[in-house]
């Protein structure tokens, strides 16, 4: 297959660049992969270990997640240090620990007086019904820091991205290989991008042709189409929402200079994005979470900055499928006729 991002920029307005070119971010995973997980971590830090500004959206029914309210414009608190995305459900959030105790050995956190505590963000995915039992950990939250150190570009079956799938209408039965990816943009000196571990319930299609790229397929490997089949469930004695082993979850950033309130609009309106590349979404069986950050260094519009948010959050969820690999017996979109 060969879908391209199709609708997603417009040549002569903006161009697409690397999320790395967005400074004071430093992106690296860590995984586990006969486990079948793994930890994506964004290391927030202009140079002097303040943290940068930032705010999140939930809208799926089910999200796990850690010090969330910390992002609430009405919160205190105006930096965060890490933001990290994991696997693992709940038990994943661990993973976090490892990326705290990593900032406070190197001196960065929020000064208290006392100590300086690391104000570490994140949320987790569902993936424990792929591989063996296991969630990220203290350790692995460690190994994703050292790599962030170095940069990894990595994308697909990597990081968070290790034991995600799309399309589980009906649990992982028909289910495809999904993972995690990237996709940035600049005009003039802004620069916007998000990365995204997709593990929907639904299918994710290509928001320019409405072409599905990876989900739910029959008994004889062809595409269903989610919500065609779910409208065969809407009677109350056919409720299908009875796993929750989904959860999309994302950071958008940027080099804007906006507030906690201008980030939770953007986080909110990124969701858009997710809305272009995934059908359905936002379910009870999701806990669909994307954050947004910013370094504060270029002045931007903040309805402008939301609407390339959700472009960049619907290239990052296509690119997830498009560079996930055939894994732990799920076939992903480059083996898989759509025609």
Same mark, same amino acid.
Request: negative net charge.
């Given at each position: 297959?060969?879908?391209?991002?199709?609708?997603?920029?417009?040549?002569?307005?903006?161009?697409?660049?690397?999320?790395?070119?967005?400074?004071?971010?430093?992106? #690296?995973? +860590?995984?586990?992969?006969?486990?079948?997980? =793994? $930890?994506?971590?964004? *290391?927030?830090? @202009? %140079?002097? /270990?303040?943290?940068?500004?930032?705010?999140?959206?939930?809208?799926?029914?089910?999200?796990?997640?850690?010090?969330?309210?910390?992002?609430?414009?009405?919160?205190?608190?105006?930096?965060?240090?890490?933001?990290?995305?994991?696997? #693992?459900? +709940?038990?994943?959030?661990?993973?976090?620990? =490892? $990326?705290?105790?990593? *900032?406070?050995? @190197? %001196?960065? /956190?929020?000064?208290?007086?006392?100590?300086?505590?690391?104000?570490?963000?994140?949320?987790?995915?569902?993936?424990?019904?792929?591989?063996?039992?296991?969630?990220?950990?203290?350790?692995?939250?460690?190994?994703?820091?050292?790599?962030?150190?170095?940069?990894?570009?990595?994308?697909?079956?990597?990081?968070?991205?290790?034991?995600?799938?799309? %399309?589980?209408?009906?649990?992982?039965?028909?289910?495809?290989?999904?993972?995690?990816?990237?996709?940035?943009?600049?005009?003039?000196?802004?620069?916007?991008?998000?990365?995204?571990?997709?593990?929907?319930?639904?299918?994710?299609?290509?928001?320019?042709?409405?072409?599905?790229?990876?989900?739910?397929?029959?008994?004889?490997?062809?595409?269903?189409?989610?919500?065609?089949?779910?409208?065969?469930?809407?009677?109350?004695?056919?409720?299908?929402?009875?796993?929750?082993?989904?959860?999309?979850?994302?950071?958008?950033?940027?080099?804007?200079?906006?507030?906690?309130?201008?980030?939770?609009?953007?986080?909110?309106?990124?969701?858009?994005?997710?809305?272009?590349?995934?059908?359905?979404?936002?379910?009870?069986?999701?806990?669909?979470?994307?954050?947004?950050?910013?370094?504060?260094?270029?002045?931007?519009?903040?309805?402008?900055?939301?609407?390339?948010?959700?472009?960049?959050?619907?290239?990052?969820?296509?690119?997830?499928?498009?560079?996930?690999?055939?894994?732990?017996?799920?076939?992903?979109?480059?083996?898989?006729?759509?025609?």
């Amino acid at each position: 297959m060969n879908h391209a991002i199709a609708g997603l920029k417009n040549k002569e307005m903006m161009k697409e660049i690397n999320i790395a070119d967005i400074n004071g971010f430093l992106l #690296g995973h +860590a995984e586990n992969p006969g486990g079948g997980t =793994g $930890v994506t971590v964004i *290391l927030c830090d @202009k %140079g002097d /270990g303040e943290g940068v500004c930032a705010s999140v959206d939930i809208r799926g029914g089910g999200p796990a997640s850690r010090e969330t309210p910390v992002l609430e414009p009405e919160a205190a608190g105006e930096a965060v240090n890490a933001i990290v995305l994991s696997g #693992g459900s +709940a038990f994943g959030l661990e993973a976090a620990c =490892g $990326v705290s105790d990593y *900032l406070y050995e @190197k %001196g960065i /956190g929020f000064d208290t007086g006392f100590a300086k505590v690391p104000i570490v963000c994140g949320s987790s995915l569902y993936d424990l019904a792929v591989g063996d039992v296991v969630w990220p950990d203290k350790s692995m939250g460690r190994a994703a820091c050292l790599r962030a150190e170095k940069g990894d570009d990595r994308r697909g079956n990597v990081g968070a991205g290790t034991g995600a799938t799309a %399309g589980k209408l009906r649990g992982v039965a028909g289910a495809m290989k999904s993972g995690i990816a990237s996709y940035a943009l600049q005009v003039g000196e802004f620069k916007i991008g998000a990365v995204v571990a997709a593990n929907p319930l639904g299918d994710i299609v290509d928001p320019g042709t409405g072409k599905i790229i990876a989900g739910l397929l029959d008994d004889d490997g062809c595409f269903l189409g989610s919500e065609k089949e779910i409208a065969k469930m809407i009677t109350p004695e056919n409720l299908w929402v009875k796993d929750h082993q989904n959860t999309t979850i994302g950071a958008v950033l940027c080099n804007g200079d906006f507030s906690k309130r201008d980030l939770k609009r953007i986080a909110m309106m990124a969701h858009d994005g997710i809305a272009r590349a995934i059908r359905p979404v936002h379910t009870t069986a999701d806990g669909d979470s994307l954050y947004a950050a910013a370094t504060g260094d270029v002045k931007a519009d903040v309805n402008a900055a939301g609407a390339l948010a959700a472009t960049c959050v619907a290239g990052a969820i296509v690119r997830a499928a498009l560079d996930a690999e055939d894994a732990y017996g799920f076939r992903a979109s480059a083996t898989v006729d759509d025609e």
